[in-house]
């Protein structure tokens, strides 16, 4: 093989440009993430109850969830909670590689079972199920100036104008609201209802039955009868919205044509549908929501997007509310990934001063040079085949792979130079000789690297999660490299490498005196 590129040096060029190209290309793909997904995948479960009790909760909801999650595929354990306002939240844990939406598949068809077993106001109001992720990527706030704005008008403002156009982003798993929009509360007198001979029960279903969208139809529509020449659309009460809609609903019909209205024995208002949270910064009300991440997400262009949308969102708030991110992680991944790229480049820099320092030779210097590129960012191509991401590890795993992608260039440049010195070759023919004495050496030197680093990749759980990115990267760098050393740089070495002409300055001279007497 080294002698087909040997002898057509500018396919050689053509391939390396071409790998070259297609890491480049995977860079712009790949996610970038502060750190590769080493928790196992998780599904949570997620049912409310109104008026119920964290007990009640936990015996008419969660326990009979749990009872039927048994026989769920990869399913390591489980973990519920059921709490005081009515809500209940079941996460369970899967094997490392489970396919989480598979898993979200099994525990929807267990959860169907269920179902008839669980109270009706339960099922009414839906239960959810979906893949937990407890990161999250950013919390994004509004906080006024306005001081008759409180925590829940706020809340009810994230609610109603920002939280779907943010879900609705290409990237965002979830958004989850630290709190809850308005809703209309109505406060039931006991000793009222008791004088009127009522319920809280019968209240309820008078809500029910009277708060209904009715579909009233239209005039004349199909089929009608011959000569109808018109048709309307008749409108009919819908839903209620305010308070005095609500007070109207008639409890009870007297036979003496009174009525008992529901503001006779409530207090109705517009208020908070739930009371939990009440979130202050410096002694200020705000309300926000944390963003989720989805899976192989770029978190930089998640959050990016986020803060443009949130921008364009904001055009809609009232006076003097604005928003901020109390917490950001893309800040950390940003710095961290950024020292990681200054190191790559200083370890560049660092490789090529060493290399000219040791083979006193630029033209020598610049082929192994020219291959640490081609085989940096052909490592991204195959972290993209990979289904890796652009974190920390796999760019500490690029950073080490310097010092060993060069190493093969360096013994191919070194024994040209050697042979071309020794029996005054001319560089083609030098190139074949020398090719054909170390080919087997490069295979085997990289195949003594592969049994190194391959089997770190072969661990399972979480500590086979870290290290896998790390140890496969520094694998791929080291093929890639391998196959250059046995095409790309022999080219390189047939084209560029000339006999020295002259003698070494006086540095260098000073420089190998000084090597020669301390080795």
Avoid at 348 to 360: G, W
Wanted: aromatic share 8%.
């Amino acid at each position: 093989m080294p002698r087909f590129f040997i002898d057509r040096p500018i396919f050689a060029w053509v391939l390396a440009i071409l790998i070259t190209l297609a890491g480049t290309a995977a860079i712009f793909q790949l996610p970038v993430s502060a750190y590769p997904p080493i928790a196992p995948p998780q599904v949570a479960i997620n049912a409310s109850y109104p008026g119920a009790s964290a007990e009640v909760v936990e015996k008419t909801v969660t326990s009979v969830i749990e009872q039927q999650l048994t026989g769920v595929n990869n399913l390591i354990y489980f973990d519920s909670t059921s709490r005081s306002n009515g809500t209940a939240r079941i996460t369970l844990t899967f094997q490392g590689g489970t396919d989480p939406d598979i898993a979200v598949v099994q525990v929807q068809n267990r959860l169907s079972v269920a179902e008839p077993r669980l109270p009706r106001e339960v099922v009414q109001n839906g239960i959810t199920v979906a893949k937990a992720n407890n990161d999250f990527l950013m919390v994004v706030a509004l906080k006024s100036t306005d001081t008759g704005l409180d925590t829940y008008a706020l809340n009810n403002l994230i609610s109603a104008q920002a939280l779907d156009p943010i879900r609705r982003l290409p990237g965002v798993g979830d958004a989850r609201l630290f709190g809850a929009g308005y809703a209309m509360r109505i406060w039931l007198d006991p000793d009222k209802l008791r004088g009127y001979d009522l319920s809280a029960a019968d209240a309820l279903e008078a809500v029910r039955s009277q708060n209904v969208q009715i579909a009233a139809g239209s005039i004349g529509a199909e089929p009608a009868m011959p000569g109808q020449g018109f048709t309307a659309s008749v409108s009919a009460a819908s839903r209620f919205t305010s308070a005095e809609q609500f007070g109207d609903i008639i409890l009870r019909a007297n036979p003496d044509g009174s009525h008992v209205r529901l503001k006779d024995v409530a207090r109705i208002d517009l208020g908070a549908e739930s009371y939990g949270h009440d979130v202050h910064i410096d002694g200020e009300p705000i309300a926000g929501f944390a963003i989720q991440l989805a899976p192989d997400a770029n978190a930089l262009q998640v959050a990016e997007a986020v803060r443009a949308k949130m921008d364009e969102v904001q055009r809609y708030f009232p006076p003097g509310v604005s928003w901020f991110t109390p917490y950001d992680s893309t800040q950390f991944i940003r710095i961290s990934i950024e020292e990681v790229v200054f190191t790559l480049l200083e370890a560049v820099v660092l490789v090529f001063l060493v290399i000219l320092l040791f083979l006193q030779n630029l033209r020598a210097t610049l082929i192994p040079t020219l291959v640490v590129p081609v085989a940096l960012t052909s490592a991204f191509a195959g972290m993209y085949l990979a289904g890796f991401s652009i974190n920390v590890l796999s760019l500490f795993g690029l950073v080490l792979a310097i010092g060993l992608v060069v190493d093969d260039a360096i013994v191919v440049v070194e024994n040209v130079e050697r042979i071309m010195t020794e029996e005054g070759l001319p560089p083609k023919e030098a190139a074949r000789k020398a090719m054909d004495q170390i080919t087997g050496a490069v295979i085997a030197m990289t195949l003594v690297l592969a049994a190194v680093f391959i089997p770190m990749a072969l661990v399972s759980g979480s500590v086979g999660a870290i290290y896998r990115q790390f140890s496969l990267t520094i694998a791929i760098s080291m093929a890639i490299s391998a196959f250059m050393a046995l095409s790309f740089t022999p080219a390189l070495c047939a084209t560029l490498l000339k006999a020295p002409d002259h003698e070494p300055n006086w540095l260098l001279r000073g420089f190998n005196r000084f090597h020669l007497q301390t080795t």
